[in-house]
């Protein structure tokens, strides 16, 4: 019989790569938390309106979403981000009206997309969402965050901040309107999806990833250009803010954000260790969503930290902390049945007393060589020997596998002792 694949661009994370991922988002929620935002958890599918309502002209809607019908004929989909989904469950809770919450929440995502290094059809994220404050100040905060995020995984050096500003509504449609009529010259430069992006969503023309569409672009309108004054007011602020953290950041005027929802400030965390997936986060304003889902008006920001593009970074740059495996402490070694039901109970007894202790029984009935190569393999200090002779004498005997020591035989009280005083805290 043929084996069963997983879905293609579904992926596994085996027990050492997970490793990376604990490390990372261990070091993400003590980071969104020491600025004072709540966690938030919501549910993978949602009714796909939530995400056709928000970002009609999206290549997302369009061509990504893993949209079915379930069995009450509704149409539901696949959460593709999570922006929209926290709108609605802040929005479904109230919390939007009671207070001015910050959060943060983490999970998988999926998109129908070709798999890349660093993009899989199920990926996760990281993110945090503001609601209800105005100014630039809380912009500049979750760019704070964020940046104090990358000191804390020792990746400041590897990533550089762009930052940009795509105004209001009517900055977007004017500034639209003379973009195309730059490019409808030189449409026959165009492929036939550049040519689409241009009539469904022409500001996404701007990030094309095409050297020779980035060398056009130089001699495009900007849309910096086109900023009412309170949008432009904004960005000023928000730039004097960041100088005054000692931020660095690079203004890009070709900066927007895939989906509709956007506005005003738009900025992105980038890499040049990754290849052409070079953002590892990304966000920015979104002042009109809530009330397009339904909410009251209210103003809104966030960003979203692609977890497979930050495992890629983490690892490239070889931080020793992603390779200490979460190793067994202590290995009991048993010979027959007998040894392997006192293992058992003594096991239970030492972790009462040292709840942070990794100890692992043997259940096997291999040979005494090979139980002693399973212990070396798990990364354990000590291996805890319970064969005949023990039994008799209601004693254990303890090797240390990491020094060159000879092999102590103890009771329970002794041998709690001295793992208490090895691995101390």
Same mark, same amino acid.
């Given at each position: 019989m043929?084996?069963? @694949? ?19 988002e261990e070091? *993400?929620?003590s ?14 599918v ?6 056709? @309502?928000?970002?009609?002209?999206s ?8 949209t079915?019908?379930?069995k009450?004929?509704?149409?539901i989909?696949?959460r ?33 997309? %070709? ?12 993110s ?8 630039? &100040?809380?912009d ?8 104090r /995020?990358?000191k804390k ?10 930052i ?13 309107k003379? /973009? ?5 010259p030189l449409?026959?430069n /165009? ?10 969503n ?5 990030d094309?990833?095409?050297?020779e ?7 495009a309108?900007?849309?910096?250009d086109?900023?009412?004054? &309170? ?12 100088e005054?953290?000692?931020i660095?950041?690079?203004v ?16 992105e ?10 953002t ?9 969503l809530?009330?397009?889902l ?6 809104? *920001? ?5 977890m497979?593009?930050l495992?890629?970074? /983490?690892q ?7 390779v ?17 039901l ?5 096991a ?17 009935? &291999? ?16 291996a805890l020997?319970l ?12 090797k240390?596998? %990491? ?12 041998l ?10």
């Amino acid at each position: 019989m043929a084996k069963i @694949r997983s879905v293609r661009g579904m992926n596994d994370i085996p027990p050492k790569e997970v490793l990376s991922w604990v490390y990372a988002e261990e070091i *993400i929620r003590s980071t969104f938390s020491s600025y004072g935002y709540q966690e938030i958890r919501f549910p993978v599918v949602e009714s796909t309106e939530l995400f056709s @309502r928000s970002n009609q002209a999206s290549d997302m809607v369009s061509k990504e979403m893993y949209t079915f019908e379930d069995k009450g004929g509704d149409s539901i989909s696949l959460r593709p981000e999570g922006t929209a989904s926290c709108v609605r469950a802040c929005i479904d809770n109230d919390l939007i009206r009671i207070d001015s919450p910050r959060l943060w929440y983490n999970g998988p995502m999926f998109r129908y997309e %070709r798999p890349q290094k660093g993009r899989s059809r199920q990926f996760h994220q990281s993110s945090v969402e503001v609601f209800g404050i105005h100014g630039p &100040e809380i912009d500049a905060e979750i760019i704070q965050l964020s940046s104090r /995020l990358w000191k804390k995984l020792g990746i400041e050096e590897n990533v550089y901040l762009e930052i940009n500003s795509i105004g209001n509504e009517n900055t977007r449609l004017n500034y639209t309107k003379d /973009l195309l009529e730059f490019f409808a010259p030189l449409r026959e430069n /165009l492929d036939d999806d550049l040519v689409r992006k241009l009539h469904e969503n022409p500001l996404r023309i701007l990030d094309s990833k095409s050297p020779e569409i980035q060398s056009l672009l130089k001699g495009a309108p900007k849309i910096t250009d086109y900023l009412d004054e &309170e949008s432009e007011n904004h960005f000023r602020k928000l730039i004097n803010i960041l100088e005054m953290l000692g931020i660095s950041y690079a203004v890009n005027p070709n900066l927007v954000r895939g989906l509709d929802y956007y506005n005003k400030t738009v900025f992105e965390w980038k890499t040049s260790s990754l290849g052409s997936q070079d953002t590892v986060c990304a966000g920015g304003r979104y002042d009109n969503l809530i009330e397009e889902l339904g909410g009251k008006a209210c103003p809104a *920001i966030g960003f979203s930290i692609g977890m497979e593009r930050l495992i890629l970074l /983490l690892q490239d740059s070889g931080d020793s902390k992603l390779v200490e495996d979460q190793s067994v402490d202590c290995f009991f070694v048993c010979f027959g049945d007998e040894s392997i039901l006192k293992a058992m109970v003594l096991a239970e007894q030492i972790r009462d007393r040292i709840p942070n202790l990794n100890l692992k029984v043997n259940l096997g009935s &291999e040979s005494a060589g090979s139980q002693f190569k399973k212990a070396d393999k798990s990364g354990a200090r000590f291996a805890l020997v319970l064969g005949d002779t023990e039994l008799e004498d209601k004693v254990i005997s303890c090797k240390d596998l %990491r020094e060159k020591s000879e092999q102590e035989t103890m009771d329970i009280e002794s041998l709690i002792d001295k793992l208490e005083n090895s691995f101390k805290k």
